[in-house]
């Protein structure tokens, strides 16, 4: 029984993750897209359409890191280090735009250097979140179990694209959620930028694409050997299939569509960078096996996991369904 | 340039630890003190308690919102400043810390809602629950962490293969020797701290003739408390002390400044202990007491700093000093709690000026005092990470110094912005008083506790809420442009 034990947990913490990714994704990409608003009144509805969320988005952050730690402390502990600078910057910048949200209210009229702290805070988080996730998939100097490299490995051209693109996948889940959630000119801004926004999300999807299995063999291997890429094509073919089904809808005026297109969108690009790295948690050295707790530790949480997990998404899903419907203008709950 | 990466990241993490631990030990007080105003008002049905428990949980959802902004930091720093620590410790400790996580954020988040935004929604009883429910998640919370603490302490249920602890008896692992005690006295600390404010709160309304009835009945609540919790917390501390002399006896010696094994068991009073002479100078001591208070006879022995070499020593002067301060600190609360009840029993408690111009400076005090007890404990365990098993040195990540000094300085830059103003908002709150509490809940059904932070800072600065910043805001920056 020991060897799947690590492998419920990696997928335990890799959908821990992806909620965050989803969840987080989409109030940050609020932030991000918060400078380009134009009025007072539209920075307001922005910011309300996610104020209830936001902080129980953030707790899967806390459950992604927790969990790591909890079941595979090995790769935790190499993490950790290796991205040191990325993610106390991160933490740093989640603090100031946490705090944003509600400062920004209490400061106002003078709320001018709170809008820049949800901004700035927002997009620096983002930005460290992608070049964390690049700078992992490119690899880690491991030796002896511990992290060998220096304060500023982490930082590539491949890291910057994806700190880049992980920017913009956020600014496009936000700018969607702003057409599925509010109406008037912060629809239309959102609108108007998720085109623009796909489009840069594709062409950082296709370069990491291309670039990860001509830098690293074995990812080339994993996509392109037989009979793996029977089984693996479709990924990029839906990928293209969704893009063109968001723009389609963008045009004929969906509201919600656009949303849960970018959301399947974002999972399909998920999903082609775990089949990059299966079953490695710190690539290139370090599997799930590797880097496991002992199975005692491991079931241990499982067990109060599997009662109190059911629990919080249900309880997030109340606080989703209460918070329905749209936001319209000057209407908040502030 | 230099730096000492182990002394950075313990001093950053000193920093980021030290600053959240002031918000949990609030709220943990804070949120029982609305629990049984809440459930006062339920039995009496008497107004005045449920515009207390209104005031008080506008201050708790400040607190608790900079509780978790900087509680989030420390689940990943324990990775980013000690990850040689977190692979030594994490198949024991991680699923403390897992299940603090999972049995108490999420018991917080979710009552939390009710308790900061039902107060027109759902029915007394409900609040009252709702309320309650927050205390005990704070309370488990605090359950979880001391016992990942108490083990880092005294370690026991666990076995080392290939230089990595195991679990073997979780009961062991989680009720760790020192962790009753340490549960024990972190959460009557918590009472305490909390109790010290609303008596200084209630202390500053009396002096300045405001809000005289809800006053008296904050110093009446809160003297009581303090008269009971306060002894009590000597009576703890004591045990605790028994229960470390048994399990970290040097760490004993450095608060008693006691040298040599072979000394007779003075209590000292004062001194400067200084390490590399190994004595204290300018010494106060009473003789007998120190074997008195730590054997409870009177020639009793106790092990001296010299029962270990002088690198297993903790920074003696620095416990010597901060277990003064906390023990002095319960001393005064201990004068506090008699004299209060004294002129309570007299009739005089509302009138006696010294006392209540004294009282209404004590809100630190307990704050204070619980530092000085982290500092002492955790201090007091170095060299080691934990205890016998793992030195510092040895837990840290492999990170350059410039790095950990780098974030540092922008810790202490952010947290002072963040946290200044938050106290701010505190303190408004406070100035206003309770009469401003009563109001109409805001429009819509914020349910995050920042967002009823936010709500308790707008009273703060006098806007209306229910009003809606929307319109009132827009109008204003219209007039503020043109």
Do not use: C
Not at chain 1, 82 to 111: D, N, T
Not at chain 1, 172 to 180: N, Q, V
Not at chain 2, 181 to 196: G, Q
Not at chain 2, 236 to 257: C, F, R, S, W, Y
């Amino acid at each position: 029984m020991e060897w799947y034990l690590p492998v419920i947990w990696a997928g335990l913490i890799g959908t821990a993750v992806a909620m965050y990714v989803l969840l987080d994704g989409f109030d940050l990409g609020i932030g991000i897209l918060f400078p380009f608003a134009k009025k007072e009144e539209e920075r307001d509805v922005m910011m309300n359409s996610v104020a209830p969320f936001w902080d129980g988005n953030e707790t899967w952050l806390i459950l992604g890191g927790g969990g790591l730690w909890v079941a595979f402390p090995k790769a935790y502990a190499v993490i950790m280090p290796a991205f040191y600078l990325p993610v106390i910057g991160m933490l740093l910048a989640l603090v100031l735009r946490g705090v944003s949200f509600e400062f920004r209210w209490v400061a106002k009229p003078g709320h001018k250097w709170w809008d820049i702290a949800f901004a700035g805070g927002s997009t620096v988080a983002a930005f460290l979140q992608g070049a964390i996730l690049g700078g992992l998939v490119q690899g880690v100097n491991v030796v002896d179990g511990q992290y060998a490299g220096g304060a500023f490995d982490w930082l590539t051209p491949f890291s910057v694209l994806t700190g880049l693109a992980v920017v913009a996948g956020y600014a496009l889940l936000g700018a969607t959620w702003l057409i599925m959630r509010t109406s008037g000119p912060t629809h239309q801004m959102g609108k108007a930028f998720a085109p623009v926004l796909l489009l840069l999300v594709l062409a950082g999807m296709a370069i990491v694409s291309l670039w990860t299995p001509y830098s690293v063999e074995r990812i080339a291997e994993r996509w392109f050997s037989l009979p793996n890429f029977y089984f693996l094509w479709p990924v990029p073919a839906v990928t293209a299939l969704v893009a063109i089904l968001i723009l389609r809808w963008l045009k004929n005026g969906h509201d919600a569509l656009p949303f849960i297109g970018t959301v399947v969108l974002f999972l399909l690009g998920y999903a082609g960078l775990v089949i990059s790295t299966v079953p490695y948690l710190v690539p290139p050295h370090l599997t799930f096996w590797d880097t496991a707790a002992a199975p005692e530790s491991q079931i241990f949480v499982l067990i109060g996991t599997v009662f109190l997990l059911p629990l919080v998404l249900g309880y997030t899903a109340f606080v989703y369904w209460i918070f329905r419907g749209k936001v319209a203008p000057g209407e908040g709950y502030h | 340039m230099e730096f000492d990466p182990v002394l950075l990241a313990r001093i950053q993490f000193a920093f980021t630890v030290s600053f959240h631990i002031i918000f949990p030990a609030f709220t943990i007080g804070l949120s029982a003190y609305v629990t049984v105003l809440l459930m006062l008002w339920l039995k009496t049905g008497d107004e005045k308690f449920h515009r207390l428990a209104r005031f008080w949980t506008k201050i708790f959802a400040v607190s608790f919102a900079m509780g978790v902004v900087s509680g989030i930091v420390l689940s990943y720093q324990f990775g980013t400043n000690w990850s040689r620590f977190s692979e030594f410790s994490g198949n024991v400790i991680g699923p403390l810390i897992g299940y603090e996580v999972l049995t108490a954020f999420y018991l917080e988040a979710t009552f939390l809602g009710i308790m900061l935004f039902g107060w027109n929604r759902v029915p007394p009883w409900l609040l009252t629950l709702a309320s309650a429910l927050v205390a005990v998640g704070t309370a488990i919370s605090a359950f979880w962490i001391l016992s990942a603490n108490s083990w880092m302490q005294t370690p026991t249920g666990h076995e080392i293969r290939d230089g990595i602890a195991y679990p073997v008896d979780w009961i062991e692992v989680i009720f760790s020797p020192s962790f009753p005690y340490r549960l024990a006295h972190m959460l009557t600390a918590a009472y305490l701290t909390t109790a010290a404010v609303v008596l200084a709160v209630g202390a500053r309304y009396l002096l300045a003739g405001q809000h005289v009835e809800d006053a008296k009945t904050m110093v009446r609540m809160a003297v009581g408390m303090i008269f009971v919790t306060a002894p009590l917390q000597l009576v703890i501390g004591d045990l605790h002390g028994l229960n470390t002399l048994h399990h970290q006896p040097v760490k004993v010696a450095a608060m008693e400044g006691r040298w040599k094994s072979d000394d007779p068991g003075d209590f000292v009073l004062f001194g400067i202990p200084d390490q590399d002479a190994e004595r204290n100078h300018a010494e106060i001591a009473i003789p007998y007491a120190g074997s008195l208070i730590l054997t409870h006879t009177l020639d009793g022995k106790y092990p001296g700093l010299d029962s270990v070499p002088p690198d297993e020593r903790p920074p003696v002067a620095n416990l010597f000093f901060a277990f003064r301060l906390m023990v002095g600190i319960g001393l005064l609360l201990i004068a506090t709690g008699i004299a209060g009840a004294v002129l309570w029993w007299r009739g005089r408690l509302f009138e006696t000026n010294w006392f209540l111009k004294g009282a209404s400076y004590l809100w630190p005090v307990g704050f204070i005092a619980i530092l000085a007890g982290w500092f002492v404990t955790e201090q007091g365990r170095q060299p080691w990470l934990v205890y016998g098993l793992l030195k510092t040195a040895d837990g840290l990540s492999p990170v350059p110094g410039a790095s950990v000094f780098g974030t540092l300085v922008l810790f202490v830059l952010v947290y002072g912005i963040v946290f200044s103003t938050g106290i701010y908002f505190i303190n408004r709150l406070i100035t206003k008083g309770p009469l401003g509490a009563v109001a109409a809940a805001p429009a819509g059904l914020p349910s995050r506790p920042l967002s009823a932070a936010e709500e308790a800072a707008r009273e703060a600065t006098g806007k209306e809420p229910g009003q809606g910043p929307g319109k009132e805001i827009r109008d204003e920056t219209r007039e503020g442009r043109t």
